[in-house]
């Protein structure tokens, strides 16, 4: 009887996790995708809670009071923290299957029948995954986060990557080792280094990567922590681990292929490119002038405008300046302006990062445009407002071959009759390159911060000076 409840329930959880993944497809519905994944994981604990054998109920109510403790100050965290926090989820997520790893070796040492080659290979690549997923986390929540004693940009050093696999090299030939003779006297000493290297190993594969690649980084974390899950899966004989766990780590992987293909990237220039590195710029001679604007004068060139394009990034999210976006998007269209955001896939530091943030201002999903959608009616847009965007606009994407951003798909702002760009300073983004946009004849700036600055032009439009 409790067999066949723990056999509903598992694919009950497996559906509701598959609806889950789902619903985030969409913004309207990724809150239906959140409370789907919150009752698949309700219904996975209390199946395997209700399972017999289970004695010490007391501990299992500790682990869910820790697991509250942590988890809910996680959420409370501020949006821009966000990429962190889910670096820290994958991390107690690598973490508990290391150890649960860890665990079943010690308990079958006392059953040695329990090690047959399939099991022992599945226990051996949990445990490398689970425990390089655990320090390769927290590395990467720890630059995200800006900790003084991490560093921000990529570490490099001559041989790093021979260093690296080497470390990953002799934790799987210690693996191989084990698999063979699970049993031999040496194997308990063999285990613990195994998972040491692999400790070792999560710090080395992030020390090389820079701060702003971590999203990526994150991503892929999540894949390994998927994988290290579909081995535990295998190791404790449990079907929902297996798909809960493929799930995870397809899922990661997806998302991790669709950032680097719109930021043009491999997987191994993220891993081993040291993005981010302090690069020596060629003096060129020629002094590019930057044009300012007052806040008056772009203020009447947007309101002179018949279409605003918008383009958010980084600087948006990082001066929280969306809801007054959202007041300046009333004020214009209440003056008949057509107003599109324009969405690149990798504008912020996260997926989805500009459309989360607008959600929160409540600006209508009808008003946001993908790239490819916006980019043919940029030569018609009458005002490209860029606001905290930089690489995503950078027109060297598409002919600078030496370029970091080569070929990355950009929005064609600088097509539009009239550019505003607002930043603080002549500082260039994520990549470190300058951008020629800020340059090119039709543009001009509005240095400040974005909430600043947009905030003054709201302020125009209200005072009524303008019609
Ligand atoms: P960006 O290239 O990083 O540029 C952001 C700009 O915002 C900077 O030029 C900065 O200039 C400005 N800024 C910062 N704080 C500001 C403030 N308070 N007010 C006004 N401006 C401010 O950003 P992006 O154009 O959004 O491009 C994103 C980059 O991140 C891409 O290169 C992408 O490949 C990378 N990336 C994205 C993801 C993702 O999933 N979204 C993941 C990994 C990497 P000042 O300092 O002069 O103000």
Redesign the pocket.
């Given at each position: 009887m409790t067999q066949a409840i723990a056999q509903l329930a598992a694919i009950l959880t497996a559906a509701l996790f598959i609806f889950a993944l789902n619903y985030m497809n969409d913004p309207k519905t990724a809150r239906h995708g959140v409370t789907a994944g919150v009752l698949g994981m309700a219904v996975a604990i209390l199946a395997t809670w209700a399972q017999p054998g289970i004695v010490h109920h007391v501990w299992i109510l500790g682990a869910i009071a820790a697991g509250f403790l942590v988890g809910v100050p996680l959420s409370l965290v501020p949006l821009t923290a966000v990429p962190q926090r889910t670096a820290l989820s994958h991390a107690f997520g690598g973490l508990a299957a290391g150890l649960v790893g860890v665990a079943e070796y010690y308990l079958w040492l006392r059953e040695p029948a329990q090690f047959t080659p399939f099991r022992t290979a599945a226990l051996v690549v949990e445990v490398i995954l689970g425990f390089l997923t655990f320090t390769g986390s927290l590395m990467a929540a720890g630059k995200l986060q800006e900790i003084k004693w991490i560093p921000q940009r990529p570490v490099t050093y001559p041989g790093q990557n021979f260093v690296n696999l080497g470390v990953l090299g002799a934790a799987g030939v210690l693996g191989v080792l084990l698999v063979l003779h699970p049993t031999a006297p040496s194997a308990p000493t063999i285990f613990p280094i195994i998972a040491g290297l692999a400790l070792l190993f999560g710090v080395f594969l992030i020390i090389p990567i820079g701060g702003?690649?971590?999203?990526?980084v994150i991503s892929i974390l999540n894949s390994y922590a998927g994988l290290s899950a579909v081995a535990m899966g295998f190791v404790l004989n449990s079907s929902l681990l297996v798909v809960a766990g493929a799930l995870d780590g397809s899922s990661g992987l997806i998302l991790s292929i669709i950032?680097c293909r719109?930021?043009n990237r491999s997987f191994a220039n993220v891993l081993f490119g040291a993005f981010g590195t302090v690069q020596k710029v060629a003096a060129t001679g020629e002094q590019k002038v930057w044009k300012q604007e007052t806040v008056e004068g772009a203020a009447q060139l947007l309101e002179q405008a018949r279409l605003v394009v918008i383009i958010p990034?980084?600087?948006?999210a990082?001066?929280q300046?969306q809801h007054k976006v959202r007041e300046l998007y009333d004020a214009l269209t209440k003056r008949d302006i057509t107003v599109k955001f324009a969405i690149?896939?990798?504008?912020?530091?996260?997926?989805g990062?500009m459309n989360v943030l607008l959600a929160e201002a409540n600006i209508p999903y009808t008003a946001l445009a993908e790239m490819d959608e916006v980019n043919p009616e940029m030569p018609q847009c009458d005002v490209a407002l860029v606001?905290?965007?930089?690489?995503?606009?950078n027109p060297a994407a598409r002919y600078a071959k030496g370029s970091p951003?080569y070929g990355?798909p950009i929005i064609d702002a600088d097509k539009a009759k009239t550019v505003l760009a607002?930043?603080?300073?002549?500082?260039?983004?994520?990549?470190g390159i300058d951008n020629e946009l800020y340059v090119q004849d039709n543009t001009w700036m509005l240095f400040?911060?974005?909430?600043t600055?947009i905030g003054d032009l709201v302020k125009q439009f209200a005072a009524g000076g303008l019609h």
């Open positions: 702003a690649d971590m999203p990526t950032m719109a930021m990034g980084y600087g948006m990082v001066a300046a690149h896939p990798v504008a912020g530091r996260m997926p990062h606001i905290g965007a930089n690489d995503v606009v951003i990355m607002i930043k603080r300073s002549k500082n260039p983004g994520f990549a400040g911060d974005a909430k600055v």
